[in-house]
């Protein structure tokens, strides 16, 4: 289990590190202080270890993948969403919007960008975005 608990622990700071870079955005500089990352993974390592006895069990492990995955799926999106922001302003405007690859594929059945600018500014912002991705995106099969 010792082996286990080494590269959870590692990925874990990985993972707190690049989602902290992600959902702050521009507020924090990109290589925030190690020590930092490392409460994180500390944190988050305490979460995941149940019955406290410092080592992850498979069992344990596999409960808190789950979450690893969901801050990929996270980080993958705000990529997505820096990339697709043309004029860099930190939001999809209309026609940023109608070049979404989601919405060109969803072609003339694809809702008015009105549906997912829940704070009606003509534009969307990257919580915004989750939401269109999670609307049209059909879950794998
Ligand atoms: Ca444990
Ligand atoms: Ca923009
Ligand atoms: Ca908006």
């Known amino acids: 289990m010792k082996i286990i608990a ?3 622990r590692f990925a874990i700071c990985l993972l707190t590190t690049s989602l902290a870079a ?3 955005m521009a507020q924090v ?3 925030a202080p190690a020590s930092v990352a490392q409460s994180e993974a500390d944190a ?5 270890d149940k019955n406290n006895d ?4 498979v069992a344990e492990f596999s409960a808190g993948w789950p979450e690893i995955q969901a801050a990929n ?3 993958t999106l705000h990529a ?5 922001d043309a004029d860099k302003n930190g939001s999809l405007g209309p026609s940023e919007y109608l070049r979404l690859e989601l919405v060109q594929k969803a072609g003339t059945s694809a809702p008015p960008m009105a549906t997912f600018d829940t704070d009606k500014n003509q534009s969307l912002d ?3 975005y989750v939401g269109l991705v999670g609307a049209l995106v059909k879950p794998k099969p």
């Open 80 to 84: 997505n969403f820096v990339a697709k």
């Open 54 to 57: 410092k080592s992850l069990s």
């Open 29 to 31: 500089p990109a290589s």
């Open 73 to 75: 799926t996270l980080r």
């Open 6 to 8: 080494t590269i959870s």
């Open 126 to 128: 990257f919580k915004e």
């Open 22 to 24: 992600g959902t702050t």
């Open 44 to 48: 988050a390592f305490a979460r995941w």
